[in-house]
């Protein structure tokens, strides 16, 4: 395969998988989704694809089987980055696809939220990433180490990275960990996302924007979900910021993100324990002993009813799809049958 696809993530698996749509299949990684139609890389180079009634959603990152300006399908996905849609209506919104890393960036101009750091932790997990903290505008920060000694309390075993575009702190480290596996920048609008991808690529390729003085709240300046190819290979997306991090997985992952939490889980005495009164429960022992902090434990719970919720939400939402499917199978046999002629002597 072509060096460009290369460079960006191509390798054997997706080969196997394009094979199944037909010898004269080509694959195309969508760089950017503009709602009726997706732009995408080929081995020709970038190409506008239009989107058509059947196909499953696609996202940024996802590969597709092209012939011509035609889809013919999505390849399987190797990550699915997704949370919980806006409105509460059990539905998910796709981030983005076959991603390794997560980067939860955060700015040191503004607290470094607990509660959301958790969450992008778990989404990452869910996807079947790796989430990695990137503390942004480490020069407008009163006090870096506080920051650090709170997260690695909070946060415990959490890969985290200190930057700033300004001074140039921590900007190879990250770029390093960057180079070749596809990437993925989480974070509220004004956080620094779209600089650091530019400090990243070496080049102006994501808009910037201010942020507020009294509240250090930006602007979205990015506007849709952007592919960027790295200069010594692997992919980087840049994406809007978002306010709300719902959770749209399920509970394995919400363990992912409290490992601490599920090792002590495992001593409990009953195998059930909802960490909620019970006798022999290690991880109320351990809150009482003040090895485990209470709010921890409070955000554990939280995380896991939402997980759990959002979990039976999708069963119903198939369940409801599976009937209406079912539905539709009968009505076209009941048309079928009552089709003129069909009660003529044979």
């Known amino acids: 395969m072509p060096d460009p696809l290369t460079a ?29 139609a997706v732009t995408v890389a080929t081995a020709e180079g970038e190409r506008v694809i239009p989107l058509r009634r059947g196909v499953e959603p696609v996202t940024v990152g996802d590969w597709l089987a092209l012939e011509g300006g035609h889809l013919l399908g999505l390849l399987d996905r190797s990550s699915l980055l997704r949370r919980r849609a ?10 983005a696809a076959n991603v390794d890393l997560v980067l939860l960036v955060c700015g040191l101009d503004r607290p470094v939220r607990t509660g959301r750091v958790q969450r992008g932790e778990a989404l990452a997990w869910d996807a079947g990433a790796t989430p990695i903290l990137v503390l942004t505008k480490a020069d407008l920060a009163p006090s870096v180490d506080a920051v650090l000694a709170d997260i690695e309390r909070d946060h415990p075993g959490l890969e985290t990275h200190v930057t700033s575009v300004t001074t140039g702190l921590g900007l190879a480290e990250v770029g390093e960990r960057l180079t070749g596996p596809t990437s993925v920048l989480l974070g509220e609008s004004g956080a620094g996302k779209s600089s650091l991808v530019n400090a990243t690529l070496g080049a102006e390729a994501a808009a910037t924007g201010t942020v507020r003085e009294g509240d250090a709240k930006g602007r979205h300046t990015t506007t849709n979900r952007q592919l960027h190819m790295l ?41 059930d324990c909802a960490h909620d009164g019970e006798p022999g429960c290690a991880v109320a022992a351990a809150v009482e002993d003040g090895t485990l902090a209470p709010a921890r434990l409070d955000a554990y719970l939280v995380l896991r009813r939402e997980a759990l919720a959002a979990a039976r939400r999708a069963d119903e939402q198939q369940r409801r799809a599976h009937e209406r499917r079912g539905a539709k199978a009968l009505r076209s046999r009941l048309k079928e049958k009552q089709k003129p002629g069909d009660d003529r002597p044979g």
Do not use: K, M, Y
Not at 86 to 95: I, N, P, V
Not at 234 to 252: F, K, N, Q, T
């Open 86 to 95: 806006a409105g509460g209506d059990g539905g998910a919104q796709l981030l």
């Open 231 to 271: 200069p010594a290979g692997g992919v980087v997306i840049d994406s809007p910021g978002i306010r709300e991090v719902g959770l749209a997985g399920d509970e394995e992952a919400v363990d992912a993100t409290f490992t601490d939490i599920e090792d002590l889980a495992a001593t409990c005495r009953f195998n």
């Open 8 to 36: 960006i993530g191509w390798g054997d698996r997706w080969s196997a998988l394009l094979a199944e749509h037909g010898p004269t299949a080509e694959p195309g990684r969508v760089l950017r989704h503009d709602g009726v």
